[in-house]
């Protein structure tokens, strides 16, 4: 079977491209790929966009040449998947506004820095045939595990959520990682088109290759996660649990006046179920609240202690989100202040505490801080100065009647490395977060998906608190058992999934993508030697 027309013509016309023109084009390729994430979960549209950055890497006469291709289609890549983030500076919109323009600019422009650079690195290595896909996948996803890592990394959807919806797909999280997703996502999604653009004999090769490589690896990622999802669902015995959704406006959240009101919020809807019927915490073991719930330091309140005290029945726990200074009390420049997840007993008595390790630049504390200070530039988070870090390794918080959790704070739960750190393995993921700087954007939803994906990395169930969405219990193989939507305010009241058999991703984690890396970089060399360079 010959070439299929449109394929050919598609290919020639890329090809034919120059100037602006062609950046216009890998600016809306790679625009158009971000609607393969969530919560658009359309990823066929790569079954185009990505042999496009293909091409335009053939037509490339120099790794300059590519390398500004790679970084034009990694401009929209990432702009339309992190536009959300300028939500955050109209928060306090007198203050930040202005930056907005630069932030929604500027670090998709940095990020695709990383996908220049890996096309320019590409065209060294260009070859004909199928060997040059797997050359574009092998560099591509390494430079998406450098984007994951360096300069503190953001992994924000990396092109291996691709392969993580439907639910059946998102099973091989926990054999392959993201980044071992990404790397057959990569190939999975550019061979088809690039090898039948290719055909030229008109044998019926080519066209057998380009749908067994489509077809193939995805069908057995299907037939894996339907065998893996057939198991039967266990639950962790006499824990039932109450997650609070207060969803508090985010221009409201740090003002004074509004202290009171929302931690009577909180405690009032803790207090009542699902429903919305008072029910004083009957059979509830465990309470949930999300990210900094009090607009204070409890820790430093003995009234909100108090009140807390009052609120848990016996033997019941409140875990929650909140800011803890030390030393206590004091608010100079030395103070340290912290983004914490700390756990009460029926006694308002703190019994476990975690600080937040990875923190959140502009967000939480400014990079070069006395340089950009001198310019005028602020973290976004309320409060003096900048918070610290928590100490590392990531230890497990100890908390009766739960198994050993991994607190998350916040986007903590996008980096799949940093999950387990101590060499204990959790029990459970808790993610407390607050989503309310980004409204109601793609950026909560996408952010619970990558979280239900570090859930089936690991085998263990994730525990989400969320100010005003999406807040969840998910168990160890990504399935919502329980869920409230964005900007609902109210609670789930649920039982808590067991943790599964350790998958070979928790155990081994990116060593998998490395050997998957030297696999594909072999077959890669040996096509290279028996195919003519381009």
């Not at 070439?3 to 062609?22: E, I």
């Not at 055909?199 to 090769?205: L, P």
């Not at 380009?210 to 996660?225: C, E, K, M, N, R």
């Not at 202690?305 to 206590?328: C, F």
Request: aromatic share 10%; hydrophobic share 50%; proline share 7%.
């Amino acid at each position: 079977m010959a070439a299929l027309p449109a394929v050919t013509r598609l290919q020639q016309a890329t090809g034919a491209l120059s100037g602006w023109p062609r950046a216009a084009v890998a600016v809306l390729a790679g625009s158009l790929s971000v609607l393969a994430f969530a919560p658009f979960y359309a990823s066929p549209v790569l079954f185009l966009t990505l042999p496009v950055f293909v091409w335009l890497i053939d037509r490339s006469a120099t790794p300059r040449d590519a390398g500004s291709a790679g970084w034009f289609f990694g401009l929209g890549y990432f702009f339309f998947n992190l536009v959300w983030i300028g939500e955050a500076f109209l928060v306090e919109a007198d203050k930040f506004a202005w930056l907005l323009p630069f932030a929604v600019t500027l670090l998709p422009a940095g990020l695709a820095l990383f996908w220049g650079w890996a096309a320019a690195l590409m065209r060294r290595f260009w070859s004909a045939g199928f060997a040059r896909v797997l050359i574009f996948a092998i560099v591509l996803s390494v430079a998406e595990w450098l984007r994951g890592h360096i300069f503190t990394g953001l992994p924000w959807n990396v092109p291996g959520y691709a392969l993580t919806a439907p639910l059946e797909l998102m099973q091989s999280a926990g054999v392959f990682g993201i980044y071992g997703l990404t790397l057959i996502a990569l190939v999975v999604f550019a061979a088809p088109l690039v090898l039948l653009a290719d055909e030229k004999s008109g044998g019926e090769t080519p066209w057998l290759l380009a749908s067994a490589i489509a077809v193939v690896p995805l069908a057995l990622l299907f037939a894996y996660g339907t065998y893996k999802l057939s198991a039967p669902q266990e639950l962790v015995g006499g824990v039932k649990l109450r997650i609070v959704q207060p969803s508090v406006l985010q221009t409201e959240k740090w003002r004074p006046e509004f202290q009171r009101r929302i931690f009577d919020d909180h405690l009032a809807l803790s207090k009542s179920n699902a429903q919305g019927v008072a029910d004083d915490l009957t059979g509830v073991t465990h309470v949930i609240w999300p990210e900094a719930a009090m607009p204070f330091f409890p820790l430093e309140a003995p009234k909100a202690l108090e009140e807390i005290g009052a609120m848990l029945p016996g033997g019941v726990t409140l875990i929650t989100g909140a800011l803890r200074r030390d030393p206590a009390g004091s608010n100079t420049p030395q103070t340290k202040v912290f983004n914490s997840v700390l756990a009460f007993n029926d006694a308002a008595e703190l019994t476990a505490a975690f600080d937040k390790i990875h923190l959140v630049p502009f967000g939480e504390y400014l990079p070069a801080e006395k340089m950009l200070t001198a310019f005028g530039l602020k973290k976004l988070t309320a409060g003096r100065g900048a918070f610290q870090s928590g100490p590392a390794p990531r230890q497990l918080m100890a908390v009766a009647g739960l198994p050993p959790i991994a607190a998350l704070v916040c986007y903590e739960v996008l980096f799949p490395n940093e999950i387990v750190q101590a060499g204990a393995r959790p029990g459970l993921l808790l993610n407390v977060t607050n989503d309310g700087w980004f409204g109601n954007s793609t950026g909560p939803r996408q952010h619970f998906h990558q979280s239900r994906v570090r859930a089936v990395e690991q085998g263990v169930p994730l525990i989400r608190a969320a100010n005003n969405g999406i807040s969840a219990v998910v168990d160890a193989n990504g399935r919502i058992i329980a869920e409230l939507g964005m900007n609902v305010r109210g609670v789930i009241d649920s039982a808590l999934p067991a943790a599964g058999p350790l998958p070979p991703y928790g155990r081994y984690g990116d060593l998998i993508f490395a050997a998957m890396l030297l696999i594909a970089a072999a077959i890669a060399a040996l096509g290279r030697r028996t195919l003519p360079r381009r």
